[in-house]
């Protein structure tokens, strides 16, 4: 399984961006997909989340309300939607295709290669 990220880039505070990640070598029908990100000296985050259906979906809580993650199953796609971004969002993106363990948590086993995301303020 490979995972291709890309969309990120350069945008202003209050802009929008969207991320993509393409999943290939398998179909993405059976993986809960995931978004983190990781920013220079800090620990990597959890941005979102979503299961298989499309209708259970997770947010951190430093970007509930103002990022959507959704998946097109038939591209083997997940996107990420971000708006209102802050100069805070500043970090590299990655996508990540995994299972659930029990409710609430979840095990990534197929990790993209992380796509830049920076925001002026």
């Known amino acids: 399984v490979q995972l291709q990220a890309s969309g990120g880039g350069l945008a202003q505070a209050g802009g929008s961006l969207r991320l993509s990640c393409e999943v290939s070598g398998r179909t993405l029908n059976s993986y809960v997909m995931g978004w983190f990100r990781r920013a220079p000296g800090k620990e990597r985050e959890f941005v979102a989340r979503?299961?298989?259906?499309?209708?259970?979906?997770n947010y951190g809580d430093s970007v509930k309300g103002r990022f959507t993650i959704y998946r097109d199953n038939a591209q083997n796609t997940v996107y990420l939607q971000m708006n209102s971004l802050k100069p805070e969002d500043t970090a590299v993106y990655y996508c990540a295709a995994g299972i659930p363990l029990t409710m609430t948590t979840f095990r990534y086993d197929y990790w993209g290669q992380g796509t830049q995301v920076t925001v002026s303020s």
């Open positions: 979503i299961n298989w259906s499309n209708f259970n979906k």
